[in-house]
Nanobody, 127 residues
Framework: DVQLQASGGGLVQAGGSLRLSCTSS????????VAWFRQAPGKEREGVSC????????YYADSVKGRFIISTDNAKNTVYLQMNSLKPEDTAVYYC????????????????????WGQGTLVTVSS
């Protein structure tokens, strides 16, 4: 069965950086849509970023634009979320997700688009 593994979370001070990773031994990320979501306590699940690697298109939520970068290393079959200039409001459980459909030209952050999910990794940003 396909399983994704998210890792890289932890405790970081405001203004710091952190890189999250998402891997899978049973799923190939190349030419598919991948995304990162997050959920803070008491808040709705939020789409953070996504990419459609076939077209090279990306999306970033306004709250993270200019600070976060999504990327995929197909050789390592790993999806990254580089998070810079972290703020306390970035504190959340972060989930990676992937869609099985290949050759998509655009991505979106509707969670119903994504078939496979990681179990989440907690990011805590202290002030």
């Amino acid at each position: 069965d396909v399983q994704l593994q998210a890792s890289g979370g932890g405790l970081v001070q405001a203004g710091g950086s952190l890189r999250l990773s998402c891997t899978s031994s049973g799923f190939t990320f190349g030419n598919k849509r991948v995304a990162w979501f997050r959920q803070a306590p008491g808040k709705e699940r939020e789409g953070v970023s996504c990419t459609a690697n076939t077209a090279g298109t990306t999306y970033y939520a306004d709250s993270v634009k200019g600070r976060f970068i999504i990327s995929t290393d197909n050789a390592k079959n790993t999806v990254y979320l580089q998070m810079n200039s972290l703020k306390p409001e970035d504190t959340a459980v972060y989930y990676c997700a992937a869609a099985g459909l290949q050759w998509a030209r655009r991505c979106g952050v509707d969670p119903r688009l994504y078939n496979y999910w990681g179990q989440g990794t907690l990011v805590t940003v202290s002030s």
